[in-house]
């Protein structure tokens, strides 16, 4: 099949190099920074490339949109096209912002941080997928397959209940993890020595749910080190702020545990 890319981040590269390397044609590259434009159709053996306008006038089996959440509708509106599966690979976007963009149209959104860097090479790339029509169903699964072996149907509404863990799970411990790393500095001890018990909860949790292996004072109901940790944070309000916060939150958890949430969508 061919394809174009409109965008040169993390997750153009890696969706294009698969593709190329599945020996599907790259038709095109488009984005407003000409050099990063240029390289990334050279890596895609590509010799056609371009501003976003330029991407309306090339038909291809697939378009893949792959730019920043607040720029899918911006850019949608630039584009026009009649035989072209249009894909947005957002997962906080609605498919229908895309809809007058192209008659068929779907989602392709990777559970997964993507560094171009240091791209992933397994296929256990968690894929949520959404479309308008049995002709883009059948297109934008058949690129998918090309780079993950895990693809579940998601419709929007549960598409940004899944970011919002994304963000909460990814994101947002990786911010704990500066915290941990910034207080380890400020008083002279190794961040290292925190690794294997950063190791042991995330391995746990492939056997066990998470409020199951939730540990802490705040589970023992250590009113004292609770009170102490937060008077230790007193020159960093955030972060006291944010202790306390997570604090009560595992308490309530605690208190009134979460049943594990049904599975939703189907495999493809």
């Not at 893949?64 to 026009?80: H, I, R, T, Y």
């Not at 308008?132 to 169903?137: I, Q």
């Not at 909860?201 to 939730?214: D, M």
């Amino acid at each position: 099949m061919t394809f174009t890319i409109i965008g040169t981040g993390n997750m153009a590269w890696f969706i294009g190099n698969k593709l190329v390397a599945a020996r599907h044609l790259c038709k095109g590259v488009f984005g407003r920074n000409k050099d990063a434009v240029q390289n990334l159709a050279s890596a895609l053996l590509c010799n056609v490339h371009g501003d976003i306008k330029a991407a309306k006038e090339i038909e291809a089996d697939v378009c893949f949109l792959v730019v920043s959440d607040n720029a899918v509708s911006a850019v949608a509106e630039q584009l026009l096209y009649k035989k072209t599966v249009l894909v947005h690979t957002s997962g906080a976007v609605p498919l229908d912002t895309i809809s007058k963009a192209a008659t068929d149209t779907a989602v392709l959104w990777p559970v997964y941080s993507i560094s171009r860097n240091n791209p992933p090479t397994h296929r256990n790339i968690p894929t949520a997928w959404e479309v308008s029509s049995p002709k883009a169903e059948k297109y934008a699964l058949a690129m998918a397959h090309i780079f993950t072996d895990v693809l579940f149907e998601a419709k929007y509404e549960q598409r940004k209940w899944l970011h919002l863990s994304a963000v909460i799970s990814n994101n947002f411990t990786n911010h704990l993890m500066v915290i941990c790393r910034q207080i380890c500095a400020e008083n002279k001890l190794p961040f290292s020595a925190l690794e294997p018990i950063i190791d042991q909860t995330f391995s746990r949790l492939k056997q066990s749910t998470p409020s199951s292996v939730q540990t802490g004072p705040a589970v023992r109901g250590d009113t004292a080190t609770i009170s102490d940790q937060t008077k230790l944070l007193e020159q960093h309000p955030h972060w006291q702020k944010l202790y306390t916060a997570i604090t009560e939150s595992i308490q309530v958890t605690s208190a009134h545990p979460i049943s594990p949430a049904p599975q939703n969508g189907k495999e493809a």
